[in-house]
Each structure stands twice: as structure tokens, then as C-alpha cells.
């Protein structure tokens, strides 16, 4: 079995690349397309696909995108009309007994989202941040932190001195991303990521 991910930014693939053996079996293997941003990857996807048409019946693409507090149900039409125009069947749109070969996932709202989702990884990674994050009313759902989980995640960590002004995406990524445990992970948006790769190799998601 092999999966194509084609993701985001560089720093999505840092992530996923410490995550994903924590999901899948060793005998899948992953292949990795991280785009320039957001705007490149709408622009260019569609070409992409039509690239792909080749994959075998074992293989599947998974794309994910952060929302960026964009519209949702828009973000997701255009990746599906993406895979339609190509002719793949899509996840979302595949009939209860048919195959499908490509599956659309969108960060809510973005990457860092499944970082709050998981305090002891981040807490792992920068152990001053407080153990009770969680229980403060701006963090108990990682998938609606007011002002962008990026901005509350560089702000956190800035306010901790690990940083000066800026945060390195790819540096911060890698150093949570190899504490995060999927199974305790509190963002919906990573349950619903993870249930999809889950029946990409025909398991039932534990998550």
C-alpha cells in the first residue's frame, strides 16, 4: 500500500512524517508533496491530479489543507472537483461498497490546531508552557482558538522566551510532532484526519 500526501507547507510534512508511523503499519509506505503555501497548492493541485491518473488500485492520495479561516464547505468542493475532474472517486462522495482513491482533509483551522490538540506533546517539546493549558477557556477546543491557532501558538511560545519575535515552522513542528500521540489527541479535525487514513488500508479508526 502507498499513500501520496499532498500537503500544504514543508512544515505539514515534518509533522505527519513523525505522526504517521504512530497510525499506519510499517509495510505502508508514504510519499510526500508539500506545496509553497496555500494559494500554490489550490492553483496547482488540479494539474497534479490529472498526473496521477496512472496510481495503481493499492495506492491512495490524501490531500490536506489548513482552513485559514476560510470557508469550509467552498475549500472542500474545489479539492473534490479537483479529484471529479480527473476522475477519481473521492472518500466523501464514494458509495458505501465502492473503492475510492483519494481522500480531502482540512485542518480546522490550521496545522497547530493538532498541536493544542495534544498539551503533553507540547509541553514535551516546551515544558514551560502550563500543564493546565487545556483548562483555560481559550484553549479547550483546539479547533476554534480565537485569533488563529498559528498566532496563539508563536504568542505562547514567545511569551515563554523560547523565541524572540518569529517561530520556526519546520523546528517547532518536528519538535511536537515526535511527542504527539494520536489517540489522545483532542482536535476533531485530526480524529476526522486520522479516520480517514484509517480507511484508506481498510482499518476502523481507533481515534
Known amino acids: 500500500m502507498h499513500i501520496k500526501f499532498f500537503l500544504e507547507e514543508l512544515s505539514a510534512e515534518i509533522a505527519l512524517r513523525h505522526i504517521l508511523p504512530k497510525i499506519l503499519s510499517s509495510d505502508v509506505i508514504c510519499i510526500f508533496h508539500a506545496f509553497e503555501g496555500k494559494d500554490d497548492m489550490l492553483e496547482e493541485l488540479p494539474k497534479l491530479m490529472k498526473g496521477h491518473q496512472w496510481i495503481p488500485d493499492d495506492w491512495r492520495i490524501v490531500v490536506l489543507i489548513d482552513e485559514d479561516r476560510t470557508d469550509c464547505h467552498e475549500l472542500k468542493a474545489n479539492l473534490e472537483k479537483a479529484a471529479h475532474e480527473t476522475g477519481f472517486v473521492t472518500k466523501s462522495n464514494a458509495a458505501p461498497d465502492e473503492d475510492f482513491q483519494v481522500v480531502n482533509r482540512i ?5 497547530e490546531a493538532w498541536f493544542f490538540g495534544d498539551v503533553e506533546a507540547l509541553r514535551a517539546a516546551y515544558p514551560k508552557i502550563p500543564k493546565n493549558l487545556q483548562s ?16 496563539a ?12 519575535e518569529r517561530i520556526p515552522k519546520t523546528t517547532v513542528a518536528q519538535r511536537i510532532a515526535e511527542h504527539m500521540e494520536p489517540s489522545r489527541n483532542r482536535s ?20
Open 107 to 111: 485542518v480546522i483551522e490550521e496545522l
Open 136 to 151: 483555560k477557556a481559550r484553549f479547550r477546543n483546539p479547533d476554534t482558538i480565537q485569533g488563529g491557532t498559528y498566532e
Open 153 to 164: 501558538l508563536r504568542d505562547l511560545l514567545i511569551q515563554k522566551k523560547y523565541y524572540r
Open 188 to 207: 476533531k479535525s485530526f480524529q476526522v484526519f486520522v479516520e480517514g487514513l484509517k480507511a484508506c488500508v481498510g482499518e476502523e479508526s481507533l481515534v
